[in-house]
C-alpha cells in the first residue's frame, strides 16, 4: 500500500478534466517536468497532474524522473468485472497513479454520483495503494441559502463515517466550492478559511485522532497565478486542486512556486 501522504504537506495537484490527447499530454508533462529542473527537484510543495485516463500511460513516461506525481480523476468503486467502461483503482496504480480525485462536483452534480458513492471510491482508492482526494463543496444555491456548512459537514461525514483513522489520516481533501469552479469567481481567502475549519471540525468528530488538523485540505476554484498566494498565506490552505489554469505549464508552475513559498 502507498505511504499516507504526510502530515499536512503542501500539494497542488492540476485537474485537466476532459482536455488533453495523450500526446499533447505528454508534451504538457514534458514541459512541467522541464521546469522542475528535469530531476528530482521539486518547489517546496508536492505536485501532481490528473490527465484524462487516456493519457495517463504518456503523462507517466513523460513525468518519469520528476518529482511531479501522476493522478487519475476518477475510479470504479469495484476492484474489477463486468462494468462496461469503468476503470478500477488497480489500474490506475499499476499505471503509476499516486492520487485519484474522488467525488469532484462535476461528478457529483453532472453524472449523478451521491455522497454514498463517494464513500465506495474513497475506500476503492485506499484498497489499491492510491491517495484520494476527496472533494467536497457546495452550490451556489445552498451557500445563498445559508447551507454551506450543513453540505460540507454532510459530505465530508458521509465520505469518512466509519473509516479507521489510519486509512483515513491517508487521504486529501479539497473544498471545492461549485460556484467556484471554472467561473473565474475565485473564494475568498476568509471564505476558505471559514469552510475549511468546519471540514477539520467534522474529521476529528468522525475520525478522530486529530484528523482535523492532520489532513491536508486544499482549496479548489479558479485558482489563477495572480489569486493564489492570497489564499496560500491563509494557514488553513494546505494547497490547491487547479482545473483551468493547470493547463498551461507556466500558469501551473506559477501556482505550486506560491503554494511553496507561501
Ligand atoms: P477550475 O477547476 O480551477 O477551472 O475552477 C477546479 C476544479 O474543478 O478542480
Known sequence: M???WPRRPRL?????KMNKTAAEGAAL????????????????????VCPPFTALES??????????????????PEPGGAFTGGIAGSMLAALGCRF????HSERRHGMGEDDATVARKLRAALRDGLT??????????????????EVVV???????????????????IAYEPVWAIGTGRVATPEQAREAHRIVRATLDRVVGAGAGARLAVLYGGSVTPAGAPALFAEAEVDGALVGGASLEAASFWRI???AAGA
Open 2 to 4: 502507498t505511504a499516507p
Open 154 to 172: 454532510r459530505q465530508t461525514h458521509a465520505a469518512y463515517d466509519g473509516l479507521e483513522a489510519s486509512p483515513a489520516l491517508a487521504t486529501v
Open 59 to 76: 503523462v507517466g513516461a513523460a513525468l518519469r524522473g520528476s518529482a511531479i506525481h501522476l493522478g487519475a480523476q476518477d475510479l470504479h
Open 12 to 16: 497542488v495537484a492540476g485537474n485537466w
Open 132 to 149: 484520494p482526494i476527496v472533494c467536497v463543496g457546495e452550490t451556489l444555491a445552498e451557500r445563498e441559502a445559508g447551507r454551506t456548512a
Open 100 to 103: 485519484v480525485i474522488v467525488g
Open 256 to 258: 505550486a512556486a506560491a
Open 29 to 48: 508533462a514534458r514541459e512541467l517536468a522541464g521546469l522542475t529542473g528535469g530531476g528530482a527537484a521539486a518547489p517546496g510543495c508536492g505536485i501532481a
